[in-house]
């Protein structure tokens, strides 16, 4: 490849990388969120939401992120309603991610001990005051690993939208193919932007669990 081409293809895929990594982020904040209600609904929801909530669960993670992000992008239109690329990006990947990280919180509630709640009850504390004082702060550390996990797989799932032709990572990488070729090259310029993003989570969630298990 020559300095020219390669110095093209950087700028293309750098700008390619801004747009997967602002995805990435709208994604990770929208599905958190999406991931921590659907938990605390199916954990402690009024008559009704538990089943609500489980069928989302188990709806999303048995389809295909593609088929979610189809349905959300062209779904809107066929209603006539237009939705940008990067909306119904961050839309369907948060959906779909938060039927994961829904199980992730879910875990980690379940793994607080119960006595925790009998102890607030003495003290005085509602149910709400107890799950966000109480509950919620020792949930999250008991997830923070398999929830940077599921981040992982969210920041690589964001490929799949250029399938609906956002202009991210990969959509980028496509583009510099079919211009010039040299499809080894450009997608292995394509895998070690993503491996650079990846590897600093995946190296924190691997010393995270080392640490762990030395403390235990």
Do not use: N
């Not at 939401?49 to 189809?70: C, D, N």
């Amino acid at each position: 490849m020559s300095s020219e081409l390669l110095m093209t293809s950087l700028a293309i895929l750098f700008q390619g990388l801004l747009a997967t990594l602002l995805l990435s982020a709208a994604a990770i904040v929208g599905g958190t969120l999406i991931g921590l209600l659907a938990a605390v609904l199916r954990s402690f929801g009024p008559w009704g939401t538990p089943t609500v909530a489980r069928l989302y669960t188990e709806l999303f993670r048995g389809t295909p992120v593609l088929i979610t992000l189809m349905f959300i992008y062209f779904g809107v239109s066929y209603f006539g309603y237009a939705i940008d690329v990067f909306a119904a990006g961050v839309v369907g990947l948060s959906v779909y991610q938060g039927a994961y990280i829904a199980e992730v919180f879910r875990s980690g509630i379940e793994a607080v001990p119960k006595g925790q709640w009998e102890v607030s009850q003495i003290l005085g504390l509602s149910k709400t005051q107890t799950f966000f004082s109480v509950i919620l702060p020792q949930t999250g550390k008991i997830v923070m690993p398999p929830l940077i996990g599921q981040y992982l797989s969210l920041i690589k799932d964001t490929s799949i939208v250029s399938m609906i032709g956002m202009s991210e990572l990969m959509h980028g990488g496509q583009a510099i193919v079919d211009r010039v070729g040299k499809p080894v090259e450009i997608y292995g310029l394509v895998a070690v932007l993503y491996f650079i993003v990846c590897f600093p989570l995946s190296q924190w969630v691997r010393h995270h669990d080392r640490r762990r298990s030395l403390l235990s």
